[in-house]
């Protein structure tokens, strides 16, 4: 929870700000889990493409969130408005780490945010695009956030709680991302065989990815403590930090609980899936045939213990251990149940960000507004309690009205930043560039297993437009390697006066570097000989 004092910002001490900063550098890496969990789903030749987009949501997200994202979200200058603040653009404070540790702090929830909607345009967006919107796409984040955490928030003067961001970051992101697919159209031909989802490139990339954002999420749920000593819940003495390491320990816990059943009743439904294919009188030969035969799927234990992690961020500090794994059971299950709905729309969402982080985002603030109860040692719901613990439903209106301002807005802005975009530079790579994939085209890479200048004339034969620059293929690194060993054996042959005899020697069949290597064979065996 990013609050704020009547300054602009929290109060901090030395021990506050050094666990802001350490939990920000580890919310950092969960870039590595994205990019892992991404191109892991993605196919082989546009794996490279979608690590290099979210290299970029932190560069050029990372510079307008300094330069105007943390003075929109944040700032207290005269003309602030319960809806935007104006201040602290490119942000320098003297005096005050304060401020410095909150920009590092949220500058990586707004990195996130953009990496969200960079799953669901894979394969397809056009790299040039994708620059441009990582830069303007940090308007989209940092305005909702500040109507959840910023002093001058509508949203927070009404009472609405999100603790560490199932609305502010993944909310939004998530309806980002649904507007992005939509726009960007599916893929070349992904629904011509109907809407099952398509195998992932890497599941082995993909369950890095999954362990990789679990442990950073550990910490994104309880660094949103925003400090260990309590001063911003105005208690003295030891019970300061008391309670503030008590919330952070039951962000923790919940946390986890709430992964743990998300997990569970991911593979379950995966069973339960599989189950209902066999005859009723059989189940127990079925169970049996089920352990030998069936195979877990990746994509749904992934997805539902993420959204079983986005539904619980938002209550994350407030919610009973037991009520995280209820709230983590159900996300799991919606989202699951949301990716292929949306396949059925021809919504083409590679990652499932959209049903991940949208879904999972509004179940998540649909929980605080079901189970929170106010804690007067914590103090931190304002009086406000859940429906299920005699709250009555204002509270919960607040949470829904919190989802359907942040997605609205997430949705219209995305729309005019694309649109706006694409008069510029087409959003979405042409037909020829998407077939022979993202790496190739954008990054000049070549994998293995793919015949590019086969694939190219092909294209050519069918009259596609092709730009000459393209046809400047650089050799795959194998290719290289090669030529490294040739050219070293070749060289050590030049030092023996056999060079020339032996290339004269050598059929036209045999490569120069197998005949090198036979003959020096045969040197090698003639000289042990003598």
């Known amino acids: 929870m990013a609050d704020e004092s009547e300054n602009g910002i929290t109060p901090v001490n030395a021990d506050d700000a050094t666990w802001i900063l350490t939990a920000s550098f580890v919310i950092f890496t969960m870039q590595t889990g994205f990019g892992l969990l991404e191109s892991g789903a993605v196919s082989k030749k546009n794996e490279v493409n979608i690590l290099m987009k979210n290299a970029v949501d932190v560069v050029l997200g990372g510079l307008s969130y300094w330069m105007f994202g943390y003075g929109l979200q944040y700032g207290q200058d005269p003309g602030t408005t319960q809806f935007y603040g104006i201040g602290s653009f490119f942000v320098d404070a003297e005096n005050n780490g304060g401020i410095f540790a909150t920009f590092i702090f949220q500058l990586s929830f707004a990195t996130t945010a953009t990496t969200i909607v960079s799953g669901a345009m894979a394969e397809r967006a056009d790299f040039n695009a994708y620059i441009i919107f990582s830069f303007v796409n940090t308007i989209t984040y940092c305005i909702p956030a500040g109507w959840m955490w910023g002093q001058h928030g509508f949203l927070k003067k009404l009472g609405a709680i999100d603790f560490a961001g199932s609305c502010a970051v993944h909310l939004t992101g998530g309806a980002s991302a649904l507007v992005a697919a939509v726009m960007l159209k599916p893929r070349l031909h992904r629904y011509d065989q109907g809407t099952n989802s398509l195998a992932m490139g890497d599941p082995g990339n993909a369950i890095m990815g999954l362990f990789t954002l679990w442990w950073g999420w550990l910490v994104f749920n309880t660094g949103s403590s925003f400090g260990i000593t309590d001063n911003k819940w105005q208690y003295s003495g030891r019970i300061k930090l008391l309670y503030s390491i008590l919330c952070i320990s039951r962000a923790a816990i919940n946390t986890i609980n709430a992964s743990l059943g998300g997990g569970i009743t991911a593979l379950t439904v995966t069973f339960e899936k599989e189950i209902k294919l066999c005859v009723p009188e059989r189940l127990y030969l079925c169970y049996f045939r089920y352990l030998k035969n069936h195979m877990f799927g990746v994509s749904d234990t992934v997805n539902g213990i993420l959204g079983a992690l986005v539904g619980v961020t938002a209550g994350s500090a407030f919610l009973r251990p037991w009520e995280a794994l209820i709230v983590g059971a159900i996300c799991a299950i919606v989202v699951n149940e949301s990716a292929p709905f949306l396949d059925k729309l021809n919504v083409d969402d590679p990652v499932g960000a959209v049903a991940v982080h949208g879904v999972g985002g509004i179940l998540g603030m649909t929980a605080v507004g079901l189970f929170v109860e106010e804690d007067p040692l914590l103090n931190m719901t304002g009086g406000l309690n859940g429906l299920f613990k005699g709250g009555g439903f204002y509270f919960l209106w ?9 997605a609205t807005w997430s949705m219209l802005t995305t729309f005019i930043l694309l649109k706006g975009i694409n008069f510029i530079t087409p959003i979405r790579m042409s037909q020829p560039k998407e077939l022979l994939g993202a790496d190739f085209n954008e990054h000049d890479i070549r994998h293995d297993g793919y015949d590019y200048e086969a694939m190219i004339d092909q294209l050519k ?36 006066g056999h060079r020339m005899v032996w290339q004269s020697e050598r059929p036209e069949s045999m490569s120069l570097r197998k005949c090198i290597q036979r003959k020096m064979k045969s040197c090698c065996e003639s000289c042990s000989v003598s």
């Open 398 to 406: 607040v949470q829904l009205l919190s989802c359907v301002c942040t």
């Open 461 to 496: 034969e069918q009259n596609f437009k092709w730009h000459s620059s393209s046809m400047a293929i650089t050799p795959p690194r194998s290719d290289w390697d090669k030529y490294l060993v040739d050219k070293y054996l070749i060289r050590q042959e030049e030092q023996n």
